[in-house]
């Protein structure tokens, strides 16, 4: 009796600590029990407070428990029948205020659509679905369990209707559009596979017309993979190359690997250049590297070392060695297999430059310093001042494990460049060329003016006996060997005194011929000792 009249003195607007409800369903749940079986008059405190209106709930939800609760218990009761048309008669439109909010109750809902699930028929759960689709109460659970419902029952065109009415309310970007539409796609697929080629296509080119960026990766490989299965080779590639232009940033990279992949499937390795050149001028530095890499691999494996070289060259300004090791480890090694000498002392060039180039002219040693004055435990008082070239050279070449000091070693299984490590400056080189040339054109003076008594001019050249024998038509004189040889280059006014060097082993590999005391001689001295021995044989 207690319940009773605190039903009857709780206002629902001063009511704390508690629902209103509760109140009915307890006393409710009390007739209900087995010592009483009063099923009438707990039948009666539904009737009143959810027909009759005896008592006027604040909040829908407090009157949309007390008819779950009628229909609970008459499906205790097992009167199936009554508990339908209770959950059906719930969700009726109403007037009053708080019973007009029960038409969309999604408590009330989700229990008549359950309940026409298990106890309607087929077309009464289509009436319901179709009810809470227009009355927009649906959820995508609804829609999905709407068309698997459906779909078990063999009406496929009706389930596909279904899911075009869920993806028209919850469009793009709800969260819901993205199970709805991968839903929708699949059990197309699963129905029609390839016999529907136009509608397949419609479709997918509708959910990506709209699809965000975020979410558009896993709709394009399903299209992807459609083509692939039962399109053409180039309209599944079209759709990977779309893919890639579309996906955000941060997935670029691995839509690139994807396409590449697929290239090299099916049109070979050598068609993936375009889409390398594509790949690194659309990503960010450091996935750019990366592909560059992979570019360069690529061009190895067909032996086109110098493309490859040329591409990590290109890719070396994206690449901080500071940050992208990996990166310069690969142009190493890369260098080691394929390259000489001068190629990688390019390659060391080439590093120091972007270094210099991602790094700045002036180091601040606070920022330098900041973790060693943490470990010193101190504030260097010149911490403040700007450090000189020279001394940021050496604070970097300590912190790099460098000595800037010590000089380069020669590298082993090379062949040596043109500029050795007496003459690494430029400026050196150029200044020894010019002296050379002075000296030699010295000598050349000197000699012509000899030879012709000094009547002609020094600075005259006179090159009409080389034009006159060249223009004869006779054979050319065989040239001379031996004594003679070197007394005309004497009278000629050939250079002599001039030091020679040995050409270094290395240069002619296993195709030089070793002469007698085990010195290798180069093509030209074999040729005049050919010619030597030839002359003396005529003799």
């Known amino acids: 009796m207690a319940l009773v009249e605190a039903s009857q003195k709780v206002h629902a607007r001063r009511a704390i600590n508690g629902m209103p409800s509760t109140l009915f369903i307890t006393l409710s749940s009390i007739y209900e029990d087995d010592k009483l079986q009063q099923l009438n008059q707990a039948r009666q405190v539904f009737a009143d407070v959810c027909h009759e209106g005896s008592y006027h709930f604040k909040e829908v939800d407090d009157l949309a428990q007390c008819h779950a609760a009628w229909v609970e218990l008459e499906l205790r009761q097992e009167n199936w029948d009554e508990a339908l048309s209770i959950a059906r008669q719930s969700v009726v439109p109403s007037t009053t205020k708080v019973s007009k909010g029960l038409s969309k109750s999604l408590r009330l809902w989700n229990l008549l659509l359950d309940l026409e699930e298990s106890l309607g028929t087929v077309q009464t759960a289509r009436d319901a679905y179709d009810r809470s689709l227009d009355l927009k109460v649906a959820t995508p659970t609804h829609v999905l369990n709407f068309a698997t419902f459906l779909t078990d029952r063999k009406y496929f065109e009706e389930s596909f209707k279904a899911y075009e009415r869920g993806v028209d309310l919850f469009a793009f970007p709800h969260d819901g559009a993205i199970v709805i539409w991968k839903t929708y796609l699949q059990a197309f697929l699963d129905r029609y596979q390839g016999t529907q080629m136009p509608r397949t296509r419609e479709l997918f080119d509708r959910c990506l017309e709209t699809c965000p960026a975020e979410s558009a990766s896993e709709f394009f490989i399903l299209y992807g993979a459609f083509e692939e299965q039962y399109g053409l080779t180039k309209r599944a590639l079209g759709v990977y190359e779309r893919m890639c232009t579309t996906v955000p940033s941060d997935e670029k990279y691995t839509a690139y690997q994807l396409y590449i992949a697929k290239t090299v499937h099916y049109l070979g390795v050598t068609a993936t250049r375009v889409i390398y050149e594509r790949a690194i001028s659309a990503l960010e530095d450091v996935a750019a590297a990366q592909m560059c890499c992979a570019f360069s691999q690529m061009e190895t494996s067909l032996q086109e070392i110098d493309r490859a070289r040329t591409v990590l060259t290109y890719g070396a300004q994206m690449a901080d060695p500071r940050r992208s090791p990996e990166y310069w480890k690969e142009w190493h090694e890369?260098?080691?297999?394929?390259?000489?000498?001068?190629?990688?002392?390019?390659?060391?060039?080439?590093?120091?430059?972007?270094?210099?180039?991602?790094?700045?002219?002036?180091?601040?040693?606070?920022?330098?310093?900041?973790?060693?004055?943490?470990?010193?435990?101190?504030?260097?008082?010149?911490?403040?001042?700007?450090?000189?070239?020279?001394?940021?050279?050496?604070?970097?070449?300590?912190?790099?494990?460098?000595?800037?000091?010590?000089?380069?070693?020669?590298?082993?299984?090379?062949?040596?460049?043109?500029?050795?490590?007496?003459?690494?400056?430029?400026?050196?080189?150029?200044?020894?060329?010019?002296?050379?040339?002075?000296?030699?054109?010295?000598?050349?003076?000197?000699?012509?003016?000899?030879?012709?008594?000094?009547?002609?001019?020094?600075?005259?050249?006179?090159?009409?006996?080389?034009?006159?024998?060249?223009?004869?038509?006779?054979?050319?004189?065989?040239?001379?060997?031996?004594?003679?040889?070197?007394?005309?280059?004497?009278?000629?006014?050939?250079?002599?005194?001039?030091?020679?060097?040995?050409?270094?082993?290395?240069v002619f590999g296993g195709l030089a011929q070793a002469t007698g005391d085990g010195a290798k001689v180069g093509a030209l001295e074999r040729l005049r000792a050919a010619a030597r021995e030839n002359s003396k044989a005529q003799q």
């Open 334 to 506: 890369f260098e080691v297999a394929h390259g000489n000498e001068e190629t990688f002392r390019e390659m060391l060039r080439v590093k120091r430059g972007i270094q210099a180039a991602f790094s700045t002219v002036n180091y601040n040693a606070a920022e330098m310093g900041a973790g060693t004055d943490s470990a010193t435990g101190g504030t260097n008082g010149a911490a403040d001042d700007t450090l000189t070239n020279e001394e940021a050279l050496n604070m970097i070449a300590n912190r790099e494990g460098v000595n800037v000091h010590e000089p380069q070693p020669r590298i082993g299984g090379f062949v040596q460049g043109k500029r050795t490590a007496e003459m690494a400056d430029l400026g050196e080189v150029e200044r020894r060329a010019a002296r050379l040339r002075q000296a030699t054109a010295d000598r050349l003076t000197t000699a012509t003016a000899a030879g012709n008594g000094g009547e002609n001019d020094q600075d005259e050249i006179d090159i009409d006996e080389e034009e006159d024998e060249t223009d004869d038509d006779g054979p050319p004189p065989a040239p001379p060997t031996g004594e003679d040889a070197a007394e005309r280059r004497d009278d000629a006014g050939g250079v002599r005194d001039v030091s020679t060097k040995a050409i270094p082993a290395a």
